[in-house]
């Protein structure tokens, strides 16, 4: 059974500081996808990360892939307020198959 | 617009009520599933459909009813609802595994409260 371990799972923090949320799994994939909550929202796509060694980064946020570490990382650099919010990585491990396993999610509040 | 589209967005309802809440996605996707979030636990799929007729139980099925009649509908029936069942759900598409990237849209969410 696929296990997908986030850490942590809350974090406060100020802004300008540097994090990095982690995102451990189980199984052999290549396939991890990053997503973002806002309370009372759904989920919205983040990153896409296909390959071993795959980087990706949008304005603060840069994840990255190592299949055979099974990790994925998602680093803020200089956080600011508007990046507070619930962040789930998500694992397929079935080729689609199987669906998505999901972390219990990182909650993440950025103080001024 | 590529998005799914979910039904109700919110419902309060009885015990024993039998209730429906649909999905409906228009990016032709051949997989769809149902997730609850609950706090503490995150998202835990109910079921899913890797294509039309074709359903199968996920992590946490008990309780709940599937049908996939055609390809961009997959609505989640819950027969006699419980308290337990009070929950946010989620629905999400994606392609199927062949085209490597399985990301998954999801549904603005249902908020269901059972009393």
């Known amino acids: 059974e696929l296990k997908v371990e986030q850490n942590p799972l809350f974090l406060s923090m100020q802004e300008g500081k540097n994090y990095t949320i982690y995102c451990n799994y189980s199984t052999t994939s290549d396939r991890l996808y990053w997503y973002r909550q806002d309370p009372g929202k759904s989920l919205e796509s983040l990153f896409v990360?296909?390959?071993?060694?795959a980087v990706k980064q949008e304005g603060r946020l840069m994840a990255s892939l190592d299949t055979k570490a099974r990790l994925s990382t998602l680093h803020i650099t200089a956080a600011v307020h508007d990046l507070s919010a619930t962040y789930f990585c998500?694992?397929?491990?079935?080729?689609?198959?199987?669906?998505?396993?999901f972390g219990k999610g990182t909650h993440l509040i950025i103080q001024p | 617009e590529a998005q799914v589209t979910q039904n109700p967005r919110y419902l309060i309802t009885v015990t024993g009520k039998k209730l429906t809440v649909t999905c409906s996605q228009n990016m032709n996707h051949e997989y769809m599933s149902w997730y609850r979030q609950d706090p503490g636990l995150g998202l835990r799929q109910i079921y899913y459909?890797?294509?039309?007729?074709?359903?199968d139980k996920g992590d946490v099925p008990e309780g709940y009813k599937v049908s996939r009649k055609e390809k961009r509908n997959f609505p989640l029936i819950l027969e006699s609802p419980s308290p337990n069942q009070t929950s946010l759900y989620f629905c999400a598409s994606s392609k199927l595994g062949l085209t490597m990237n399985t990301e998954a849209f999801f549904g603005q969410g249902t908020r269901l409260t059972v009393v």
């Open positions: 998500a694992v397929d491990a079935g080729g689609g198959a199987d669906g998505l396993t």
């Open positions: 990360l296909l390959s071993n060694g």
């Open positions: 459909s890797m294509n039309v007729e074709v359903t």
